[in-house]
């Protein structure tokens, strides 16, 4: 019993070890060019978000519009006077703009 225990252990934390890797989305320095360059020119309007903080991972409620980037698989929007660029699939932050 105790070595089965130890088995489900070390796999659940693998488990949870590949499930975080996956989260870490890296953007390719052309693809992060291509989108501060788009963004400059697209300017949008700041919106408020309550109850949400901006940081790497937090996912925005599915009301928050997302704009596209031509050629580019993720979304931006404008929150708090800070472009964020987000997972259209997870609504997660992937990468703030400063």
């Not at 975080?20 to 989108?35: F, K, L, R, S, Y």
Request: charged share 25%; hydrophobic share 45%.
């Amino acid at each position: 019993m105790k070595k089965n225990l130890a088995a489900l252990a070390a796999v659940l934390l693998l488990a949870g070890v590949g499930a975080a890797a996956a989260e870490d989305v890296v953007i390719q320095p052309e693809q992060e060019t291509v989108i501060k360059e788009y963004v400059k020119k697209q300017p949008l309007a700041s919106v408020k978000v309550p109850g949400v903080e901006l940081n790497i991972g937090t996912a925005l409620p599915d009301t928050v519009e997302l704009h596209e980037v031509p050629n580019v698989k993720y979304r931006y929007t404008v929150i708090d006077n800070r472009t964020v660029i987000v997972d259209p699939g997870t609504h997660k932050i992937i990468k703030i703009i400063e």
